[in-house]
């Protein structure tokens, strides 16, 4: 028997299985369903003043724009699963703020870390990439420096998607924020300030993720170590405690926050992970009373709501920016 009619067997099941599977796309390293195309997510910098600032952007670039707003202590790549999710029908746009994910993460005493700064980058940020008009999706952090840029700019917002992001003193009352409120209370504080290191521990990071999930097995542990390991970097922690004091800088603005909600009413998607310890439910509530165009799910999530329902997520916000976003 020669070797070719050997293996001729073991040649036609490869032959088969290729044929069956279909050709593989060597840039994403699997194989390709037919009737699919999956997005590409571009991973590229911009500079901004001295900064460097890292963003993931993906979609037609004459779609109509969401702009993603990352929370503590992520970056952008909580949206790594989102972004492809919307990008067939929108230009989605997710920086990284100095100091986190990939963006430039300059010294304290050359940036000073306040969430005016935050939001002064981002803005800057959006003018350098040519956004003129866009949806938001707030979530955490992303909330603070989110609706800085709405109350400047309102005629750029066609949308908000809020995910578990606070603009109302409800959402502050609870037993999280007590030692963080006497930090904002003793600034000067050395003891104030060491008592919140936990926060930048990698098991505080894991309970973000999971805490409030009815189940943790579908968390994957990839995110949280991935945001551990920048938050790790020598200096970053000393960056989080200031944002954490600075923190208290928002609940004075929330007045004009709701102000800009009545005056421009911009449509709302509440999306809100309900068992959130950090902003609970509750902080969800009140935007009832200041929006008329409004859609409101309390979803059983956590803090990371995405990362246990971003496809109920992904088909809500759909549903939502196709009624008020997406080009008639």
Same mark, same amino acid.
């Given at each position: 028997m020669s070797r070719m009619t050997k293996f001729a067997p073991a040649l036609l099941l490869i032959t088969a299985t290729v044929l069956l599977i279909g050709p593989t796309d060597s840039s994403a390293g699997q194989p390709t369903v037919p009737g699919t195309n999956p997005p590409k997510v571009l991973h590229k910098t911009v500079k901004v003043g001295d900064l460097e600032i890292f963003y993931r952007e993906a979609g037609p670039k004459d779609a109509p724009v969401v702009l993603l707003l990352h929370g503590f202590p992520t970056s952008s790549q909580m949206y790594r699963n989102l972004i492809p999710a919307l990008a067939d029908n929108y230009h989605v746009i997710a920086p990284d703020y100095p100091g986190y994910g990939h963006s430039s993460m300059p010294d304290r005493d050359k940036f000073t870390y306040t969430f005016d700064n935050l939001a002064k980058v981002i803005d800057e940020f959006t003018e350098k990439v040519g956004l003129t008009k866009y949806a938001l999706y707030v979530q955490d952090y992303g909330a603070p420096v989110g609706y800085r840029l709405a109350v400047k700019h309102p005629e750029r917002i066609t949308a908000i998607v809020v995910q578990n992001g606070n603009a109302y003193d409800e959402g502050l009352d609870n037993d999280f924020w007590k030692p963080i409120k006497? %930090? +904002?209370?003793?600034?000067?504080?050395?003891?104030?300030?060491?008592?919140? =290191?936990?926060?930048?521990?990698?098991?505080?990071?894991? +309970?973000?993720?999971?805490?409030?999930?009815?189940?943790?097995?579908?968390?994957?542990?990839?995110?949280?170590?991935?945001?551990?390991?920048?938050?790790? =970097?020598?200096?970053?922690?000393? @960056?989080?405690?200031?944002?954490?004091?600075?923190?208290?800088?928002?609940?004075?603005? %929330?007045?004009? +926050?709701?102000?800009?909600?009545?005056?421009?009413?911009?449509?709302?998607?509440?999306? +809100?992970?309900?068992?959130? &310890? @950090?902003?609970?439910?509750?902080?969800?509530?009140? %935007?009832? =009373?200041?929006?008329?165009?409004?859609?409101?799910?309390?979803?059983?999530?956590?803090?990371?709501?995405?990362?246990?329902?971003?496809?109920? @997520?992904? =088909?809500?916000? &759909?549903?939502?920016?196709?009624?008020?976003?997406a080009k008639k």
């Open positions: 006497a %930090y +904002w209370n003793e600034p000067k504080s050395k003891e104030k300030r060491d008592a919140l =290191r936990f926060v930048v521990k990698y098991d505080a990071t894991k +309970w973000q993720y999971t805490h409030g999930v009815p189940n943790p097995e579908l968390v994957s542990p990839d995110g949280a170590a991935h945001d551990q390991f920048l938050m790790d =970097r020598k200096g970053n922690d000393e @960056i989080q405690l200031d944002l954490l004091l600075d923190y208290g800088s928002n609940p004075p603005l %929330y007045p004009g +926050w709701q102000e800009y909600f009545r005056k421009h009413q911009p449509p709302m998607l509440i999306a +809100w992970g309900k068992n959130d &310890q @950090i902003f609970p439910g509750a902080g969800a509530e009140p %935007y009832k =009373r200041d929006l008329k165009t409004l859609e409101f799910h309390l979803l059983d999530a956590g803090h990371f709501a995405l990362e246990t329902n971003g496809d109920e @997520i992904a =088909r809500l916000m &759909q549903g939502f920016l196709g009624k008020h976003v």
